[in-house]
């Protein structure tokens, strides 16, 4: 066994802890789970600080539980939220339990060799049979009105001006998360619910529960909210949240976000996204302070967050994808990329539509570049930039003399052109 508690502290992953946690989990191994909410088919990265808590639990000796929601995720909780979401049919919740078991294999030995090998539950699969009216008598009459509106979570959706107020739906939502720790401490040993700070009002309930119906005790642990430090919200881009998922959002733009991450924020994202050592990071730290401009701390933080969400290949492809952008690269790295791929490298880059017969007898360069794209704003210029050897035409410096060819396309579609070293434009062929 090692000291769950104090790894947490040192990785900042530790927000709060109920006390003689640290103690009972020192007793010997004990079992934890955090809830995941099963809305998508994806996990996204917002949901990877309590996927990291269980794998440090299981590679502290312990057994850790991932409890998919599928009958809290068809109530909705009211934590951090401003008005309900939509609900979802047994089907769907069904089909995204698979794909996020998959998802979370990555980071969690479920192969059942080990005493503490990692569980899949869902609640939906104790819920289901419950009536109301027997909720209501067996869980419900051992927590008070009172006790449920001092949580943090229902005082500020009653306080908030928010027209829809709270439904009675996702009034009753910390009862049912308070039930699933009293099944999991009853069925499986169960005593520790981890979480984020919002959620800590629910796991509360939870060992209320646990107390008085079973007799028993249940504790509660829970990590910091991610923020940013410019203040804008975490595992957010313009696209909107940034996925697990490889069809969501690609590896290339995954690896881009956590490459762009502020000093400060990837001083702070290292110890919690990584299996780093202590010693390897405060290295790190030091190395990347006495020379910021290498970015060494985002470097190794996105070379191994991607690593463990997609693979070394997909790594690998990002960093050349970055380096057509940001550094070195030859005609023959273009062609290797795929159209996605691309497609996102170049986004947002001025393009023009050409026929493929442009192609038939070789596309001369004024053309390309003026006259049939208004890349360059005339002939003449276009001439000038030539002579002073300022264009590529995919990565490659090219003369007016220069065709463009069907030997040229990229992903047998598209042309890469190029002024100086940021001026970009994309011809698509067609």
């Known amino acids: 066994m090692t000291n ?3 790894e947490l502290q040192w990785r900042g992953m530790l927000h709060d802890a109920m006390p003689g946690t640290e103690e009972h989990l020192l007793e010997g191994m004990q079992s934890a789970y955090v809830g995941i909410d099963p809305t998508a088919d994806s996990l996204h990265i917002g949901h990877l600080v309590g996927v990291m808590m269980l794998r440090h639990f299981q590679l502290a000796g312990h057994k850790p539980y991932a409890l998919i929601g599928g009958a809290t995720g068809m109530i909705g909780d009211p934590s951090g939220k401003s008005t309900e979401r939509n609900l ?5 919740l069904r089909h995204n339990q698979n794909a ?17 090998a990692a569980v899949l539950v869902n609640n939906y699969d104790w819920m289901k049979n419950f009536s109301f009216l027997e909720f209501i008598r067996d869980v419900g009459k051992h927590i008070t009105v009172n006790y449920m509106m001092s949580k943090d979570s229902v005082k500020k959706r009653l306080s908030s001006e928010a027209k829809e ?8 939502y910390q009862l ?12 499986n040993n169960c ?5 984020g700070s919002d959620q800590w009002g629910n796991i509360t309930t939870g060992t209320e529960l646990i107390r008085r119906i079973a007799g028993g005790k249940g504790y509660a642990l829970t990590c910091p909210l991610i923020t940013k430090a410019d203040g804008t919200k975490f595992g957010k881009t313009e696209g909107g949240n940034v996925w697990l998922d490889a069809e969501r959002t690609s590896p290339y733009k995954f690896y881009q976000y956590w490459l762009n991450t502020s000093d400060e924020d990837a001083e702070k994202y290292i110890k919690i996204f990584t299996f780093l050592g202590q010693q390897e990071i405060e290295d790190l730290i030091k190395q990347h302070k006495e020379a910021p401009h290498l970015r060494l701390l985002q470097k190794k933080l996105a070379d191994e967050i991607t690593v463990m969400v997609h693979s070394q290949e997909d790594l690998d492809n990002a960093e050349r994808a970055s380096d057509i952008l940001f550094g070195k690269s030859t005609a023959s790295d273009l062609k290797g ?5 691309f497609l996102e490298i170049f986004e947002g880059v001025p393009q023009a539509e050409l026929s493929r017969s442009e192609l038939t007898n070789g596309l001369d360069m004024i053309g390309a570049l003026a006259a049939k794209t208004n890349f360059l704003g005339s002939n003449g210029e276009a001439r000038r930039e030539l002579k002073q050897n300022s264009i590529s035409v995919n990565k490659e410096k090219v003369k007016e003399d220069f065709l463009i060819t069907e030997n040229d396309l990229i992903n047998n579609k598209f042309v890469l052109l190029q002024r100086g070293k940021k001026n970009y434009f994309v011809l698509v062929l067609s």
């Open 337 to 341: 990329l795929n159209e996605k791929t």
């Open 4 to 6: 769950f508690v104090k």
């Open 191 to 195: 005593s520790l619910q981890m979480g």
């Open 100 to 116: 996020l078991k998959e998802q979370l294999s990555r980071f969690l030995d479920f192969s059942g060799n080990e005493d503490n």
């Open 88 to 92: 979802l049919d047994e089907k769907t």
């Open 176 to 187: 049912v998360q308070g039930y699933d720790f009293l099944h999991l401490f009853r069925e």
């Open 165 to 172: 107020g709270m439904s009675f739906t996702e009034f009753t």
